[in-house]
Structures are given as C-alpha cells and as structure tokens.
C-alpha cells in the first residue's frame, strides 16, 4: 500500500469514528431525556401531613394532605405547604443533575454545581445535601457502559506516524480529491 493510500484509509476511519462518536452520543442523550421525564422527587413534612411529589424541572406533580393537615390554622399549612413544596423541588433539581452528569461522564460537575448553590441558599453545606442523593447515583461517574472518545488522540508513537509531505503538490493529490468528492456525495 501506498503512503497516501494509507492516509486516505487512516483519514476515512477517522470519519467513520467522529460519526459512531456522534451516535453514541445521540443515543446517550435519548436515554438521559426518558431517565428525567421519569424523575419524580417526594418531599414529606416533619410532622407528615403534607407530601409533595415533583418532577422534572422542579414541576409539581402531587400535592397529598392528610385530615390532621386541614386542622391546622391556614398560616401553618401555608408555612408546612411551602417548605414541602421546596424540598421536593430541591430535590428534583439534585436528581436531575445527577442523571446529567452520568450521562456526560462528569464533564459538567452539574450536580456540584446545584449542591453548592443550594447549600448557600439553604444555609446548610454541600456535603449535607450530597449525603441525601441516592445511593445509586453516584454523581461524576457514568451509570452506563461509556465508550471514550479517542477521535482527536491518535495511537501511534511519534516516531510511527506517517511522514506527510512539506506542502501539497499544486491542485492537491488524488487522494484529497478522492475525499472531497467522497463528502461532497454525502452532502447530496
């Protein structure tokens, strides 16, 4: 085989990788999108007379009072209503977080980022609220089987790469005229 026939091949597999990357990373995104319509976050009172369910960007599924919830003077349910409803909303957000950054190895720190802002507002710390999370969730890990993404590393020690010429001969070669025509089919 030819050196350009060689880096003709080398460069189409390169393409062939940079799409198989973007479908793992299409079908990634379907899996996180059906995980968080699922979510649903269930916050009770101390006194349990008021439960509130959430969902998905902090929306208010269920709200359920018990009869000893009605008996209380309408300030009370309102004061008890509204820490529920925050807690639960608190914890969706958490949640959401944690299923993002599973699905995106971490990059994000998404869920870091939610427990700090929350701990301010809360007056409480991170590592409080992170010790509420899921045991199942482990935030920064992947929950599924991820395949890295090697497209912009190469495997070839530097002395193994293929020499490339100087400049292109005028025109360019057959090659780079053989991909050109090759993406501009798919273009079609």
Known sequence: MSAEFE??????????????????RLAGLGQMQAEIGALEATATSP???????????????????TDE?????????????????????AESARQQATIVDAHMGGELDLTGQVLETQAEMLGTTAEELRSKLPETASPGRPRRDEHEDFSEQTFLKA????????????????????LKNLFEEEDR
């Open 47 to 65: 006194d349990r007379s008021v439960t509130v369910v959430a969902g998905p960007g902090g929306s208010v599924k269920e709200i359920r009072l």
């Open 69 to 89: 919830a009605m008996r209380q003077r309408p300030q009370a349910l309102s004061a008890t209503l509204m820490q529920t409803l925050q807690a639960a909303v």
């Open 159 to 178: 002395t193994d790469e293929p020499q490339h010429p100087a400049s292109p001969p005028p025109g360019g070669s057959p090659g780079d005229a053989f």
């Open 7 to 24: 880096q003709l091949v080398a460069k189409f597999e390169q393409f062939q990788a940079g799409i198989k990357n973007v479908d793992d």
